[in-house]
């Protein structure tokens, strides 16, 4: 549980929005105007800071950034 809510920090901080309602059946990419190519950007930095994974390039797709599940997941799975 504490994932979800370091990663909801993490949202709210890079796209300026109330994650306080965020569960991890949330859409993100393509349903919040926020999340564009900058915020995904952003989103990565912090996740590789906050959880100390290392993100690469051929693991970022769409389907990763689809809902905070998806993304949790990427965590869980690069932890």
């Known amino acids: 549980m504490a994932k979800i809510n370091e990663l909801k ?3 709210a901080e890079v796209l300026e929005v109330d994650t306080s309602a965020f569960d991890e059946e ?3 990419l393509g349903a919040l105007p926020e999340f564009d190519s900058m915020a995904v950007v952003g989103v990565i930095t ?3 800071e906050s959880f100390g ?6 693991d970022i ?3 990763i950034f689809e809902t905070v599940g ?3 997941g990427y965590i869980n ?3």
């Open 53 to 58: 994974i290392s993100v690469a390039d051929d």
């Open 61 to 63: 797709d769409a389907t």
């Open 77 to 79: 799975q690069a932890s």
């Open 26 to 28: 949330t859409p993100l």
């Open 70 to 72: 998806s993304l949790l």
């Open 46 to 48: 912090a996740m590789e």
């Open 9 to 11: 920090t993490i949202l």
